[in-house]
Structures are given as C-alpha cells and as structure tokens.
Nanobody
C-alpha cells in the first residue's frame, strides 16, 4: 500500500504561481511513477503531468510550458510547480502513483494504483 498526501493548494490570482507537493509513504518511492491529475466540477478527471522512475516527464497539452513536475526520491515527494495560472486551471488536484513505470495510457486515471485525497486550487480572474 501507498499513502499519498497532497499539500500546497489555495487561492491565487490569474498569472500567479503555486507549488503543490505530494508526500508518499508505505512503499519504495523510487519504484513508482508519479502523476498529477485534476478534476473540475462536472468534468472528468484530467491528466496534468507524470514523472517516471528515470525522471522522464510527460504533460497534458493544456499545461505544457506552464507546469513542471519533479520528484525528490530522498524525501519521497513529488512536486508540481504551476506558473502562469489561469481561471480554467481551477480544480481539485490529485496526486497518483503507478507501480508500472511505463504505460502508453499514462494519461488515463484507471492505470494508477494509488491516489491522494486531493487539494483545491482556485484561480481568480
């Protein structure tokens, strides 16, 4: 089992920045691929970013060039640096862990094995 706890959400004005963190426990963190998803009211869960064991990163089209995912294996933590925030980025952001390092369906939430409880990000215009 893996426990994931997100932090860092909040209210920010458009154009601002936030840094989300996800602390993992219960399994060797370095063996996990880590991802971030988000879900706005009435919408499906959307892929945001993923970082593999070898630090290779993937991003959803809507956040490319603005968000950066990173991992710190020494601290069992994954971060999501969000710059240039827009009102449409408003959502609950979820951290997720995948026991398989490679999966061509990396954007699909069903392949992830563990989830955090989510943290709210609200961007005002």
């Amino acid at each position: 089992q893996v426990q994931l706890v997100e932090s860092g959400g909040g209210l920010v004005q458009a154009g601002g920045s936030l840094r989300l963190s996800c602390a993992a426990s219960g399994r060797t963190f370095s063996n996990l691929a880590m991802g971030w998803f988000r879900q706005a009211p009435g919408k499906e869960r959307e892929f945001v970013a993923r970082v593999a064991r070898n630090y290779i990163t993937l991003y959803g089209d809507s956040v490319k060039g603005r968000f950066t995912i990173s991992r710190d294996n020494a601290k069992n933590t994954v971060h999501l640096q969000m710059n240039g925030l827009k009102p449409e980025d408003t959502a609950v952001y979820f951290c997720a862990a995948d026991r398989d390092d490679y999966d061509s369906r990396y954007y699909n939430p069903v392949i992830y094995d563990y989830w955090g409880q989510g943290t709210q990000v609200t961007v005002s215009s």
